[in-house]
């Protein structure tokens, strides 16, 4: 058993010792240009064959490698998304809302866009004594303002979209008419183009 553990120590001593002069004596080999070729040892004078075809060259095993050359420029991908693009806006100061029921509602603020996809957002003050008023941004949902005190604000958003240019606007009208005709004060509205709108 002695002679056993003896051995295997010289063999692993023997493979160690191997290792240290591959490292320090790096083996060079002749690798063949073509697909299918076997490796061949070089001659005395340290050089590959010159008589085989396909030819050869001296490389030395496990040294680093040439850079290889710069691969070509990949084709352009698509343009993605510019996000919001263009900004409109438009003010107006006092404009009066018509009396009466069943009236047509009445642009108070309005700003002219091309065609596309906006988030829109109109504010401002109503101004009445008494009554009440409905107004609409860009055809959406109407609503509705009590007028409790003579300066009432609103603040409305809708989401657009346009096949052709046109105008968006914000439209008022008087719902239980008071003593006198209600205004509309101090209005803006901003229209934000957008790429698309989910």
């Not at 060079?28 to 008589?51: D, H, M, R, T, Y």
């Not at 509705?144 to 003579?150: I, N």
């Not at 606007?169 to 005709?181: M, S, W």
Request: glycine share 12%.
């Amino acid at each position: 058993m002695k002679r056993m553990i003896i051995g295997a120590a010289a063999v692993g001593a023997v493979f160690f010792a191997a290792g240290a002069v591959f490292a320090s004596n790096p083996v060079k080999e002749c690798v063949p240009k073509g697909p299918n070729l076997a490796f061949l040892s070089p001659n005395a004078k340290g050089e590959c064959p010159k008589v085989v075809k396909s030819g050869y060259t001296l490389e030395e095993l496990g040294a680093e490698g040439k850079e290889g050359k710069q691969g070509s420029t990949g084709p352009q991908g698509p343009t993605g998304p510019s996000g919001a693009s263009h900004g409109y806006s438009a003010t107006s100061a006092n404009v009066s809302i018509p009396e009466g029921k069943n009236l047509v509602a009445k642009a108070v603020v309005s700003v002219k866009v091309p065609a596309g996809d906006y988030m829109v957002w109109a504010s401002g003050n109503l101004r009445a004594h008494e009554g009440a008023v409905t107004c609409s941004l860009a055809g959406a949902p109407e609503v509705l303002y009590t007028f409790e005190e003579a300066r009432l604000p609103y603040a409305l958003n809708a989401a657009v979209s346009l096949n052709a240019p046109g105008e968006i606007a914000l439209a008022c009208k008087d719902e239980v008419p008071g003593k006198e005709a209600p205004e509309a004060v101090t209005n803006e509205i901003t229209a934000l183009k957008v790429d698309e709108l989910n």
